[in-house]
């Protein structure tokens, strides 16, 4: 089966930060871009960064400069350094490939 599961989520105060985590298995992983969504209560789903096959990486204006995603072929992970993290952060971050998504990982930011 093919599987997404995110970890690294939690509490922490604004300016600090976090490494979220997907693992995936299931699928051939090196062949396909992951990408990072966000959704917060009561509001859209937002697409934050995105990472393809060969490396190349994507960031929304709001977390580019604060954010990085990188993969590790080698364990079927890919990860989200977020940095300097703000209030406005706090939301389920899942991650996602074009076969599956996962289940998501809660991030909360206090100020």
């Known amino acids: 089966d093919v599987q997404l599961v995110e970890s690294g989520g939690g509490l922490v105060q604004a300016g600090g930060s976090l490494r979220l985590s997907c693992a995936a298995s299931?699928?051939?992983?090196?062949?396909?871009?992951i990408g990072w969504y966000r959704q917060a209560p009561g509001k859209q789903r937002e697409g934050i960064s995105c990472?393809?096959?060969?490396?190349?990486?994507y960031y929304s204006d709001s977390v580019k400069g604060r954010f990085t995603i990188s993969r590790d072929n080698a364990k079927n992970t890919v990860y989200l350094q977020m940095n300097s993290l703000k209030p406005e952060d706090t939301a389920v971050y899942y991650c996602?490939?074009?076969?599956?998504w996962g289940q998501g990982t809660q991030v909360t930011v206090s100020s």
């Open positions: 996602y490939s074009s076969l599956s």
């Open positions: 299931g699928f051939n992983f090196d062949s396909y871009a």
């Open positions: 990472i393809s096959s060969d490396g190349h990486r």
